[in-house]
């Protein structure tokens, strides 16, 4: 007698199958685009996220305040190169993910093409270097962008997270498989 357990059918003892359900494929280079996706949609669901987002506004508000305040009260002058450093995270803050993305994305090409392959068990990912597993506890939460579907932890600042991007599919009707499939698992933020 069979009998159907997590995803397995278990045929007699000791033999096991997968049991049969819906698979997705993707094959891929990940690109700097796509690694910027990921890391701007993974700050939306984090902690460390509310402080990208913000540390810019407050560092513009600072520089106009210290400003202000020497203008219109003509106290000290306000130093130049706290002013200048201000200016310069308020404009590299924003720019992180696509700088981070810029280096993830030199250190995979010598990974080579990801073969990354979904199914109600989790994710598989294989490379030319590597393979791994994710289950879909440990990453219980997708978020969707034009580009890619990532993958989060449920840490307060999503530490973990898997990248899967669109142009991996071999059509656009994968596309919607594939949400499908991380809508029955995951929870989408």
């Known amino acids: ?18 049991a049969a359900g819906e698979v997705v494929e993707l094959t ?7 690694f910027a996706s990921a890391l701007r949609a993974r700050l939306r669901v984090s902690r ?5 987002r913000w540390v810019p506004v407050l560092m513009g508000c600072s520089v106009a305040v210290q400003l202000g305040v020497y203008l219109a009260l003509g106290g000290d002058r ?8 201000m200016l310069v ?4 803050v924003p720019l992180l993910p696509w700088l981070t993305g810029r280096r993830l994305a030199r250190y995979t090409e010598r990974q080579g093409v990801f073969r990354v392959t979904v199914t109600d068990a989790g994710v598989s990912v294989a490379t030319d270097t590597a393979t791994t597993t994710i289950t879909w506890q ?7 962008t034009e580009r890619v579907f990532v993958l ?11 990248m899967l991007p669109k142009h991996g599919l071999p059509d656009r009707a994968d596309v919607d498989r594939l949400r499908a499939l991380l809508d029955r698992h995951l929870t989408r933020c």
């Open 78 to 85: 306000p130093s130049v190169g706290s002013l200048a450093a």
């Open 89 to 92: 995270a308020a404009v590299m």
């Open 138 to 144: 440990a990453q219980p939460r997708y978020r969707e």
């Open 48 to 52: 460390l996220g509310w402080l990208v």
């Open 152 to 162: 989060v932890s449920d840490d307060k600042n999503a530490t973990g997270f898997t």
């Open 1 to 18: 007698m069979d009998m159907v357990r997590g995803g397995a059918v278990e045929q007699g003892p000791g033999v096991v199958e997968e």
């Open 28 to 34: 891929y280079r990940p690109t700097a685009e796509d």
